[in-house]
């Protein structure tokens, strides 16, 4: 579904990132850059994807520094020539009720979630219009936002406001792109809950064991990450090659509507 293509994903050296890294490469991707700020974790999946007969490499990024996106940007393009897709994937999560939230917490935790996938994003199109010379820019940049982006959820002020901000940018810009004749997509991702370290972390394995927890969802299960990496497949694939400005909701029915009797 995606053959050819040279793609990025920041937060790749785990949880969702990790699973979309490995899908696109599965589906056909010819380099994935494992872009990361850890590098131990981003060098030891390099190596797993390697002895796997995939073309994957680590990339040092802090997605909150403007200079590092443009310097792994120009290190695909050295060595693969183009930039084709952006995973904007690495995020944090902070929960906490306002008299709680210090500024200090708001900024952390969009410093990441808004403000790097701002610069991934201006990174990228700046990126592809630089590839394609004379002709009309393309690509696919899929931004990661959340269930939380679209709906309130108690103590999630500061990564509800971020996420949100996230979809909203993704239309803006894939507007903005689409109206200068260029078929650079830009979409959202938003999953619901779905296990990853991250998740685990915070509310512990036995969260997940419990199916209690997840009656509430119509398909009353969780999600893995890897749902999360089809999806970020199809988006970028040229099966979607008319999907742009859109929200792909990966919540098992959660947020479609009211369920049980009436």
Known sequence: MVEGKNVIVSGAA?????????????????????????????????VQLQA????????KLDVREESQWQSVMKEVVDKCGSV????????????????????EDFRRVNDVNMKGVFLGTRSAIMTMRECAGDQPASGSIVNIS???????????????????????????????????GEFIRI????????????????????YFNNKDNFAFIPVQDYGVPE???NAVVYLAS???????????TVDGGLTSGIGGEF
């Not at 796997?52 to 990339?59: I, L, R, S």
């Not at 995973?87 to 500024?103: Q, T, W």
Request: glycine share 14%; net charge negative.
């Open 187 to 206: 979409n959202s991702v938003h999953p619901g809950t779905v296990k990853s370290e991250m998740t685990t972390t915070m509310y512990g394995e036995e």
């Open 146 to 180: 959340s269930i939380m982006g679209q709906t309130g959820l108690r103590g999630a002020i500061a990564y509800g406001a971020g996420k949100a901000a996230v979809a909203n940018m993704s239309k803006a810009l894939a507007v903005e792109c689409g109206e200068k």
């Open 52 to 59: 796997d007969g995939f073309n994957a490499g680590y990339h």
């Open 238 to 248: 040229d099966q979607s090659r008319m999907v742009t400005g859109s929200e792909l």
């Open 84 to 103: 084709d897709v952006l995973v904007n994937n690495a995020g944090v999560c902070v929960l906490k009720p306002i008299s709680d939230m210090s500024l």
């Open 14 to 46: 785990s949880g969702i990132g990790a699973a979309c890294a490995r899908c696109l490469l599965e589906q056909g991707a010819a380099y994935v850059a494992l872009a990361d700020v850890n590098e131990e974790q981003g060098q030891k999946l390099a």
């Open 227 to 229: 749902d999360i990496g």
